[in-house]
C-alpha cells in the first residue's frame, strides 16, 4: 500500500521536533539558571546574617548587601548558564593580615566559568582522543556556548597534570608492600623532538591482591643505567623488593633488579620471548611453533613443560638453533610461574597489564601525531593510566598473595602444608 506523505506536514513535524528539543533544553537551562541564582542568594543572605551583630562605632552592620557583580556565563553540566552573582560589602579588618574581608562564594568562586565537574570533563575527553581544535565543534551545541573550549583553554587545564605526575613519582612507599611486579619499556613518538620518549612502567600486585602502578618515569632506552635509577629511588622511598618480577628480556632491567633487589626472582614475558622466537623462524613454521610454544606455558606443571621444552628443541633445534635457544637458554626464569599458586599463573607469565593498559596511549598518540613533550607524554601517559587502573581487578585467589609475601612454598601451584612436628612427635613416643 502506498501512503502519501505531505511535504509541509512532514517538514512542520520536524521543525516541531527540533523546536521540542531545544525547548527541553532551554527548560533546563533555565532551571539551573535559577536554582544557581537562588543558592546564590542564600548563600549571601546566610553569610550576612551570621555577621549581623557586628557593628561600627556608629551602630552601622560591617556586612551588608551591596548590590550584584557584572553578568557572567558559566559552563555547567546542564549547558552554558548566566548568572548575577550577589555582592557583600565586607568592611570588617582581619587582626592577623590587616587587610579587608572578602566574600567568597563556595558555590560559584570568584573568576570560575565552568563547574569543577566540567572542568574534570575536558582534560579527560582530550585524554581518550579528542583534539583542542575539536573541543568547540563537538561541544558548542550541546553545552549552548563555545566560551572556555578553545585550544589554549583545554591546554592549560591539561597542565595540572604534569604537576601530578611529579607528585605521583615523589610519592613515599614505606606503606605499601608490592609483593609482585610487571616491568616494561613503553616507546612514544614525541611531536616536536626526534627521539621517542622512552617510558619506564612498573605495575605492582598489593598485598591484598590488587593491582596498582608504581612508578612512571622517562628512561633512556631501556638502558640498565635508567632501570637502576628507577629502582634506587623507589627504594630510597621505601619500596620492599618484591617476591617475583615479570619483564620481557631486555637485559637493562635484570641487570638493574640484581643490583637493587637481588633477593626478588626472575620470570621472563612469554608474550615477547614468543615473539622473538618467531621472529627467528620462517612463517611457515609459525603455526606449528606457536602450538609448542604454547605447550610449553601451558602446560600443567613444571615437568610437563620441561618434556615440552625437549619436544620443541627435537622438532626445531636442527634447521633453527638461534630460535630454540631462546627457550632453552633461559628455561629456570621462563618456567618460575611454576613455584607460585596456580591462580596466579596467568597473571604471571605475561606482561599483558602493562601491554593492555598502554593501548589506550597509544591510540591517543595516533590522534595528536604525539605528545608535544617529554614532559608531556609522561603527564598524559599517567592520567591514562590513572584513569585506567580504577578499573583494574584483582589477580586470581587475592588472600594467597600474602602467603606468597610469607614465603609460603607452592608445589605444583598448590600450598605445600607444613607437617605437624607436635603430632609426629606424638605418634613416635
Not at 591482591?209 to 612512571?216: D, F, M, R, S, V
Not at 607460585?340 to 597509544?362: C, D, G, K, M, Q
Amino acid at each position: 500500500m502506498l501512503t502519501v506523505v505531505d511535504d509541509e506536514a512532514e517538514s512542520n513535524a520536524t521543525g516541531l521536533a527540533a523546536l521540542g528539543s531545544s525547548l527541553l533544553d532551554e527548560i533546563v537551562r533555565d532551571g539551573a539558571r535559577q536554582m544557581l541564582a537562588a543558592g546564590l542568594r542564600a548563600e549571601v543572605i546566610a553569610y550576612i546574617e551570621a555577621h549581623r551583630g557586628e557593628l561600627d562605632k556608629n551602630g552601622h552592620r560591617l556586612v551588608v548587601r551591596n548590590g550584584y557583580h557584572a553578568e557572567r556565563e558559566v559552563t555547567t553540566a546542564a549547558g552554558a548558564v548566566s548568572v548575577r552573582q550577589p555582592r557583600v560589602n565586607d568592611k570588617r579588618i582581619d587582626p592577623v593580615t590587616g587587610e579587608r574581608v572578602r566574600f567568597s562564594s563556595a558555590i560559584l568562586p570568584a573568576w570560575v566559568r565552568k563547574s569543577p565537574k566540567v572542568s574534570e570533563v575536558l582534560p579527560l575527553l582530550y585524554l581518550h582522543g579528542l583534539s583542542t581544535s575539536d573541543f568547540g565543534p563537538a561541544l558548542e551545541q550541546f553545552l549552548g556556548s563555545g566560551h572556555g573550549l578553545s585550544a589554549p583553554t583545554i591546554t592549560r587545564l591539561t597542565e595540572q597534570w604534569k604537576d601530578d605526575a611529579e607528585a605521583f613519582n615523589a610519592r613515599s612507599l614505606a606503606d605499601v608492600d608490592y609483593v609482585y611486579m610487571w616491568v616494561d619499556g613503553i616507546h612514544l613518538k614525541v611531536r616536536l623532538e626526534q627521539d621517542k620518549v622512552c617510558l619506564l612502567v612498573m605495575i605492582g600486585v598489593r598485598a591484598d591482591g590488587t593491582k596498582e602502578l608504581i612508578a612512571l618515569a622517562d628512561g633512556f632506552r631501556e638502558s640498565s643505567e635508567s632501570w637502576a635509577d628507577l629502582l634506587r629511588d623507589c627504594k630510597r622511598r621505601g619500596m620492599r623488593a618484591p617476591v617475583l618480577a615479570v619483564g620481557d628480556g631486555a637485559l637493562g632491567f635484570w641487570k638493574a633488579l640484581r643490583e637493587v633487589f637481588p633477593e626478588t626472582r626472575e620470570q621472563r614475558c612469554w608474550f615477547h620471548v614468543q615473539a622473538n622466537v618467531l621472529a627467528a623462524l620462517p612463517k611457515s613454521a609459525h603455526p606449528g611453533a606457536k602450538k609448542a610454544l604454547a605447550e610449553i606455558f601451558n602446560a600443567e606443571d613444571r615437568e610437563h613443560a620441561l618434556k615440552a621444552v625437549k619436544t620443541f628443541a627435537a622438532d626445531y633445534g636442527a634447521k633453527w638453533p638461534k630460535a630454540v635457544a631462546k627457550i632453552t637458554d633461559h628455561v629456570d626464569v621462563l618456567l618460575a610461574f611454576y613455584d607460585y599458586p596456580a591462580e596466579h599463573w596467568i597473571h604471571l607469565r605475561t606482561t599483558n597489564p602493562i601491554e593492555s593498559t598502554f593501548a589506550t596511549v597509544r591510540l591517543r598518540q595516533r590522534v595528536t601525531k604525539g605528545p608535544g613533550s617529554r614532559a608531556a607524554g609522561i603527564a598524559m601517559a599517567f592520567k591514562l593510566i590513572e584513569a585506567a587502573q580504577t578499573r583494574w581487578r584483582a589477580v586470581n585467589a587475592p588472600h594467597l598473595v600474602a602467603l606468597v609475601r610469607a614465603g609460603a612454598r607452592f608445589e605444583n601451584g598448590k600450598l605445600l602444608e607444613r607437617p605437624d612436628e607436635s603430632g609426629g612427635d606424638q605418634q613416635a613416643a
